[in-house]
């Protein structure tokens, strides 16, 4: 019975954890269409790699004064400094979805959004963002997106 109860305990702190640490994500966005990702938080450390997609949404995951150390949808990971990130406005569709008119599944539908296409947040009411991306603007629902938190 002991072992029992102290199991149940370990899994609420393990959910409870869990719940936290998720909730203390924090996405970004990329301010520039050329962003140098290096090995470490420094200008002194060699370049990794570069992003060239200005928007592209990636997480953050460390910090070190003025260089964040990020991850994006790929697991691909380093370090970037601040002046090349703003407040996170973008997400990727992870499956294919359909963009409506208005925040319901019952409105007229738009377009179909592909899997991995970056789409750029205008704004979210409870399941459903607004979102723009090349020629259109319209509603998706929050679920299979990478770079959105609530």
């Known amino acids: 019975m002991i072992l029992k109860i102290k199991e149940i305990s370990m899994s609420l ?8 640490s998720s909730a203390n994500e924090i996405f970004l966005s ?7 990702v290096r090995y470490g938080p420094s200008f002194d450390s060699d370049v990794k790699y ?17 260089f964040r150390r990020i991850i994006d949808l790929k697991s691909n990971s380093g370090w970037i400094h601040v002046s090349q990130l ?25 377009a179909l959004i592909k899997k991995g296409r ?29 770079g959105l938190t609530n």
């Open 13 to 20: 702190c393990l959910l409870f954890y869990c719940s936290i």
């Open 30 to 36: 990329l301010k520039k269409s050329k962003v140098n």
């Open 50 to 66: 570069v992003y060239k997609k200005i928007n592209l949404p990636i997480k953050q995951i460390d910090k070190k004064e003025n």
């Open 86 to 110: 703003k407040k996170f406005n973008s997400v990727i569709a992870t499956n294919d979805k359909i963009l409506f008119k208005k925040p319901t599944s019952f409105a007229k539908p738009i």
């Open 118 to 146: 970056l789409l750029i947040v205008q704004k979210c009411e409870k399941n459903w963002c607004e979102i723009k991306t090349d020629n259109f603007n319209g509603w998706i629902k929050t679920d299979n997106l990478w």
